[in-house]
């Protein structure tokens, strides 16, 4: 079974770059979608897009396109959310979760918390 | 596209039955079989209880159901117990490689 453990907290001032990570245990782990999640405070989940660490195949939200990049490094069972240019409204909670299926996310990484602030 | 719309609050007592509803929309709910409920007690991540629209994953309770209705789904607890006090959200594929969220449901067990 699948396991998912994400990076630390981080604080960040706007305009600044940041790479936040989930590292994967498990046989299934690089032949299985990995989904980015946002929860801005008090608000429901939104689905950024999905990441397959095989052949590093991405797929984004409209909602995210752009905004933010996926990566990975199969090798270390690790996929990757990345921004260039932080703004104050990119203050989360980021959440992994694996996809086995359209729209089915299991299970979940604890979830990093970004807080961009001046 | 706009997130799923769930009530903002519902409320059973101990042993009751609550149904929580999340309507989209033909391009979304009522043109996929791929709906999830997800339960998230505070300060924790989300859990899901339910996917495509009445799967239940091995070990949830089965007093958790789901069913949808056109472009309507419906998360049903049955047995209220203290334990299932938290938020819900339903999720909807929404093609494209897009997965939409509802804006969630605060399940009070009074």
């Known amino acids: 079974e699948v396991q998912l453990v994400q990076s630390g907290a981080e604080v960040k001032k706007p305009g600044e770059s940041l790479k936040i990570s989930c590292k994967g245990s498990?046989?299934?782990?690089?032949?299985?979608?990995i989904a980015w999640v946002r929860q801005m405070p008090g608000k429901g989940p939104e689905w950024m897009g999905v990441f397959w660490p095989a052949d590093s195949d991405v797929r984004y939200s409209p909602s995210f396109q752009g905004q933010v990049t996926l990566s990975g490094d199969k090798s270390i069972n690790t996929i990757y959310l990345q921004w260039s240019s932080l703004k104050a409204s990119d203050t989360a909670m980021y959440y992994c979760a694996r996809q086995p299926s359209r729209g089915r996310l299991d299970p979940w990484g604890q979830g990093t918390l970004v807080t961009v602030s001046s | 596209q706009s997130a799923l719309t769930q009530p903002p609050s519902a409320s059973g007592s101990p042993g009751q039955s609550v149904t929580i509803s999340c309507t989209g929309s033909s391009s979304d709910v009522g043109g996929y079989n791929y709906v999830s409920w997800y339960q998230q007690h505070p300060g924790k991540a989300p859990k899901v209880m339910i996917y495509e629209v009445s799967k239940r994953p091995s070990g949830v309770p089965d007093r958790f159901s789901g069913s949808k209705s056109g472009n309507t789904a419906s998360l049903t607890v049955s047995g209220l117990q203290a334990e299932d006090e938290a938020d819900y959200y339903c999720s909807s594929y929404a093609g494209s490689n897009n997965v939409l969220f509802g804006g969630g449901t605060k399940l009070t067990v009074l």
């Open positions: 498990g046989d299934s782990f690089t032949n299985s979608w």
